[in-house]
C-alpha cells in the first residue's frame, strides 16, 4: 500500500462545507488577524501548522486527527466497495413509527373527545347550581 499525502487545507474545507460553515464565519471565529481571504489560503495548503489545526478543530468540533488523516479518496473507494453490486444499505429502525397522521389525528380526536365532557359536566353542574340557587 503506498503511503499517500494527506491534503489537511482541503478536508479542512470538506469538513467546514459539511457543516454549512463559510469562509468569514470561520475567519471571525479565528480572530482579528484573519479574514476570508486568509482562510482560503489557508484551504490551499497541503500541511497546516498545528496551533492553527487544533484552533480549527475546537471551532468545527471535530478532532484534530480527522484532519490530518481524512482521505476523501480512500472513503469514496469503500463506499464504492461496499455498495458496488448495486447492493442496498440495510439501516434498523429500532423505533418505527407507523400511520403518524393518523396517530396525530387520534390524540387530537381524543382531546376533543375530553374537552367535549369536561364542557358538558360544566353545564350539568352550572344546571345544578342554578336549580340550588332558584330553590
Request: no cysteine.
Amino acid at each position: 500500500m503506498q503511503n499517500k499525502k494527506i491534503h489537511q487545507g482541503r478536508n479542512i474545507k470538506r469538513f467546514r462545507e459539511m457543516l454549512g460553515i463559510k469562509q468569514e464565519a470561520l475567519a471571525f471565529d479565528l480572530g482579528e488577524d484573519w479574514n476570508q481571504k486568509k482562510v482560503s489560503l489557508l484551504e490551499q495548503k497541503e500541511k497546516i501548522e498545528e496551533d492553527n489545526l487544533e484552533r480549527i478543530s475546537d471551532i468545527l468540533k471535530i478532532p484534530v486527527e480527522a484532519i490530518e488523516n481524512f482521505d476523501e479518496e480512500e472513503a469514496v473507494n469503500v463506499i464504492a466497495n461496499t455498495f458496488g453490486d448495486h447492493s442496498i444499505g440495510y439501516q434498523k429502525n429500532d423505533n418505527p413509527i407507523f400511520n403518524q397522521i393518523e396517530q396525530v389525528l387520534k390524540l387530537h380526536e381524543e382531546k376533543i373527545a375530553l374537552y367535549e365532557r369536561m364542557l358538558k359536566e360544566k353545564d350539568e353542574m352550572m344546571a345544578r347550581l342554578e336549580q340550588l340557587i332558584q330553590k
